[in-house]
């Protein structure tokens, strides 16, 4: 079984920042397996917003480049997203997996950009 676990959601104000983490179980070779966050915001459908390779190389939407980072941690088991400069139409629930390669969704992580 493969299981992600998204942490660090939140409500914050536009232009502020926050971390979100994805705890990665049931991959055994975690540092070859591709990974990416995805959003879905209320009435739309998931889309992915950020990926990693096993080696670290990134890729974003349109939507977020120059905003967010993706990064990893192949000891840990983790992905994270470091998300800045946030912006209203930022508000969704934030989910990890697999990227291209897709296993079950979490419960994701709800984030909210208001004033």
């Known amino acids: 079984q493969v299981q992600f676990v998204e942490s660090g959601g939140g409500l914050v104000q536009p232009g502020g920042s926050l971390r979100l983490s994805c705890s990665v179980s049931g991959v055994f070779i975690f540092r070859i397996f591709p990974m990416g966050w995805y959003r879905q915001a209320p009435g739309k459908q998931r889309e992915l917003v950020a990926s990693?390779?096993?080696?670290?190389?990134?890729n974003y939407a349109d939507s977020v480049k120059g905003r967010f980072t993706i990064f990893r941690d192949n000891a840990k088991k983790t992905a994270s997203l470091q998300m800045d400069s946030l912006e209203p139409e930022d508000t969704a629930v934030y989910y990890c997996n697999g990227n291209p390669t897709r296993s079950n969704w979490g419960q994701g992580t709800q984030v909210t950009v208001s004033s």
């Open positions: 990693i390779s096993g080696g670290g190389e990134a």
